[in-house]
């Protein structure tokens, strides 16, 4: 299950924390994605992520592909203009940060940002709108 919600805020600054002590900060546009996916299908881990991510300053932490913890990860989100769903990837080998882990059906699913919502690569019907 993924989640999508608007960044919202103008020059909104993102902290991203990698394994080799560095601190990162993206500064995004108001209508950036925010894409959260989580393996359990558990909205609420989703909404909450999603939350921390644009409220509170929830800094990203960037795992390396030897790191114990990436076969553990049940939530993983990617913040930008757009997210790629793959079903076939690597946990930690994708450093351009706009891919995200999928199940099978979402996979091939590109999701770009616009002013106004969002714009899929494909046709896509199996969604539902909610207030966030």
């Given amino acids: 299950m993924v989640?999508?919600?608007?960044?919202?805020y103008?020059?909104?600054?993102?902290?991203?924390?990698?394994?080799n002590?560095?601190?990162?900060?993206?500064?995004?546009?108001?209508?950036?994605?925010?894409?959260?996916?989580?393996?359990?299908?558990d909205k609420r881990a989703i909404r909450s992520q999603a939350y921390l991510t644009r409220e509170?300053?929830?800094p990203l932490v960037i795992l390396n592909k030897e790191h114990p913890s990436t076969k553990r990860l049940e939530t993983v989100l990617s913040v930008g203009d757009?997210?790629?769903l793959n079903c076939n990837i690597t946990p930690g080998t994708h450093p351009e940060q706009d891919v995200l882990c999928s199940?099978?059906?979402?996979?091939?699913?590109?999701?770009?940002?616009?002013?106004?919502?969002?714009k899929l690569n494909q046709y896509f019907d199996k969604y539902t709108i909610e207030k966030f």
């Fill in 10 to 19: 103008e020059n909104k600054m993102l902290f991203i924390a990698t394994q």
């Fill in 103 to 118: 199940c099978d059906s979402l996979s091939g699913l590109e999701i770009s940002k616009t002013e106004t919502g969002i």
């Fill in 21 to 41: 002590n560095e601190e990162i900060v993206q500064f995004l546009e108001k209508d950036d994605l925010i894409a959260v996916s989580n393996f359990k299908k």
């Fill in 3 to 8: 989640g999508i919600i608007k960044v919202a």
């Fill in 56 to 58: 509170e300053n929830s």
């Fill in 82 to 84: 757009r997210v790629c």
